[in-house]
Structure formats: C-alpha cells, structure tokens
C-alpha cells in the first residue's frame, strides 16, 4: 500500500519524530544520491511559490529523480475535480509519486482513490507538515529539549501554523498565538481542545512574544495599516523575549509578518537560513519514507 503524507496527524507520531531524527542526522543536505534515480515526481501547484518549487525540486533532484511541474494557469484544477478517480491510475502510469501545493488537503482521499503511488502535501492552506517538522528540528538542534521551549505565533492562519498546533500533540513545546482581528480562532481552537495540548490563544503580539524562545513570522494577509505597524518584529517587540529569542518565517518575507532588515539579515536571532537547509533535509527524509518500509522490522 503506497504512503502518504498529507498532516501531521495522519503522519503519526512515530513517524513524525522519525523523520526528523532522520533530518537531524543527515550529515550534508545537499548530499546527492541516486535513490530517486528512474522516479520522476510530478508537482501540482495550485498557487505559484518559488520557495515551495525549488526546495522540492532540488530535493527529488539531488536524490538523483526527475521533476514535472504543473503550475495553476491550466484547466488542471477542474479536471481533477470532476475526474480525479479516474485521472489518479493514469497518473501512476506517468509518475512515481505527486506533490500537491495550495489545494485543501481534507479533499484528497488516497483510501477511497487508491492511489498506488505516494502523495505528499507540499504546503496547503490547512497543513504544511514539511515546514512543521523541519522548524521543529532546528528548535531541537537549537534546544535540545523542547519540554523547555515557548513558541509565539504572529499572524493569520496557514497551514504551518495548522501542523505546529497538531505537531504539539507529539512534541512538548508550548504554543501561544496571536491572531489579527480579522481572523476567526473559533475552527483552530476546537482542534486545540480536542488535542488537549499546551497551545494557548492570546490578543496581542506583546502577550504572544513574552518570554518566547522562538517566534514564529506567520503571513500578514487581510492586515490593516495600523495593524501593519502593530504587527511586525522590531527589538523593542523582542526585548519582551527570551534573551536568545530566535526568529522563525512561517511565511515567504514578501508575505509574512514583517521583520526589521537588521533582524532578519544580521542578527543571529534570524533562522531563516537554517530553516531552508532544515526544509530540504526533511524534504529528503519524506521521499525515503514514502518509498521504502521503516517499520519495526
């Protein structure tokens, strides 16, 4: 039966914190295999994302595979709508697995389709489990346990922030997020109770920053002009944190919440740099997974 990777729920726990154990322990990122050699992956975006594009890319082609990419200026997306049962065989004729970007992950069934190769969410608006995990791994490179680590969230909803909530359910840090005005918390706040995890709503940035050892940039979406002043990383905002509070970007920087320039391209709190080496390593790890049997045995 193929393997899919869709949220961090239906991950699991086992396999979540397989994955980045296996990221952590990758010795160079940019190692290249020939494991993906005679596989070609086909990626379906829905919304155009350069980041997203080049890190799958360069991961499916440093372990030595081919890419196909479908961008969302075609009629793709309604013939997958309307014919995605039976499109999905003919894609495995195609393609070894598919890569799914900007399209609901509750609408895919790979049990009801049976698909016979693996899917993998690439990012969505409701789960972005590769960003999840990989930022979850350079707070442990960085932490060591993360029983001790506080995390704010600045920003709207998104599908990092979707999986970081699910992810608390298999990693003890704390969460506490702040949300615009605009924002509804009421659908993220039934998953936060039903999970009974350490994830905490509160009103403003300052209350989401303090003594926070990460702080995670979500996207600035729908943000008012005074919002936009409000919402943004500065030092002062900062001097709220954890002394070696550390900046995460949840978001592409044209999007996210705002970051003053000498945060995010001189000061040692930026991540930014790690994040991108830590996303393409675990990348890597979900092609392994996907393609080969790592259960107990």
């Not at 969410?121 to 972005?128: E, Y």
């Not at 996303?279 to 979900?286: A, E, P």
Request: proline residues 5%; charged residues 20%; neutral net charge.
């Amino acid at each position: 039966m193929a393997r899919h990777i869709l949220t961090i729920r239906k991950l699991g726990e086992k396999a979540c914190w397989l994955l980045v154990q296996q990221a952590m322990g990758m010795p160079e990122a940019k190692t290249r295999t020939n494991f993906m050699t005679e596989r070609v992956a086909v990626l379906i975006f829905a919304q155009h994302s350069l980041p997203e594009r080049l890190c799958v890319s360069a991961a499916v082609r440093q372990l030595g595979g081919a890419v196909v990419y479908e961008g969302n200026r075609s009629v793709w997306r309604s013939e997958l709508a309307e014919y995605r049962e039976q499109l999905m065989p003919i894609f495995s004729y195609y393609v070894d697995c598919l890569y799914t970007y900007g399209l609901p992950v509750a609408s895919w069934d790979p049990a009801r389709i049976d698909l016979s190769f693996p899917l993998i969410n690439a990012g969505s608006p409701d789960a972005h489990p590769a960003h999840a995990l990989a930022d979850i791994a350079c707070m442990l490179r960085n932490s060591r346990n993360l029983g001790n680590v506080t995390c704010g969230w600045l920003g709207c909803l998104n599908g990092t922030l979707h999986s970081l909530v699910e992810a608390t359910a298999w990693f003890p840090f704390s969460l506490r997020v702040a949300l615009p005005s605009h924002v509804d918390p009421a659908p993220l706040k039934r998953i936060v109770a039903e999970l009974g995890t350490d994830v905490t709503f509160v009103d403003t940035p300052e209350e989401a920053v303090k003594g926070a050892d990460y702080v995670f940039a979500g996207c600035r979406k729908g943000l008012t002009e005074e919002e936009h002043v409000r919402w943004n990383i500065c030092s002062e905002l900062l001097s709220r944190a954890r002394p070696r509070v550390r900046i995460m970007l949840s978001a592409p920087p044209i999007n996210a919440i705002r970051v003053e320039n000498d945060i995010l391209r001189n000061n040692k709190a930026s991540m930014l740099i790690q994040q991108s080496e830590y996303r393409l390593r675990v990348h890597k790890r979900m092609l392994h997974w996907v393609f080969l049997d790592n259960d107990d045995s």
